[in-house]
């Protein structure tokens, strides 16, 4: 495959994989970055304002505007930092986990009903690459994580 041919492969994957996305994340009542502060909070725990910054991809403007409409939907409490009485670290609530699970398995219903759509070699091939993208995703929170302590993007 040429480059050329495998960039454009590429351009192609990556605007399915966000059309889709999009589409199963519309009826969520959350934006994509409110959604992605919850599931880091899940997985890494509580997290400063900075560094969530670093980890969403957004500006700390951006976390703490995210933070602030999390924190009065009642998704998540700010704590003060026990390292420093200045920084505050975010925690997901109760609330936000049990909100959370449920539009992830309501996303997740919308695409099993779009999985079943499929013809059967389809079906298997979409689902024969969720390991390889999976892993994929997971060098990309390393790459990530690596690159936290350095300048953020900006936007959401």
């Not at 929170?141 to 993007?153: C, F, I, L, M, P």
């Amino acid at each position: 495959m040429s480059a050329e041919t495998a960039g454009d492969t590429a351009l192609d994957l990556l605007l399915a994989m966000h059309k889709l996305v999009r589409s199963l994340r519309r009826r969520s009542g959350l934006s994509p970055t409110q959604l992605q502060v919850l599931v880091h909070l899940v997985e890494a725990g509580p997290t400063r304002i900075g560094e969530l910054a670093a980890r969403v991809s957004c500006s700390q403007p951006t976390a703490t505007t995210v933070a602030t409409s999390l924190e009065t939907a009642g998704l998540v409490r700010r704590v003060p930092d026990t390292s420093d009485g200045r920084a505050i670290t975010l925690h997901i609530t109760e609330t936000g986990r049990d909100t959370l699970m449920t539009i992830a398995r309501a996303q997740a219903d919308q695409l099993r009903a779009r999985l079943a759509t499929l013809a059967d070699a389809d079906h298997e091939l979409v689902l024969a690459a969720v390991p390889v993208l999976r892993r994929m995703a997971t060098d990309l929170n390393v790459e990530v994580a690596g690159s936290a302590g350095r300048s953020t993007t900006t936007g959401s």
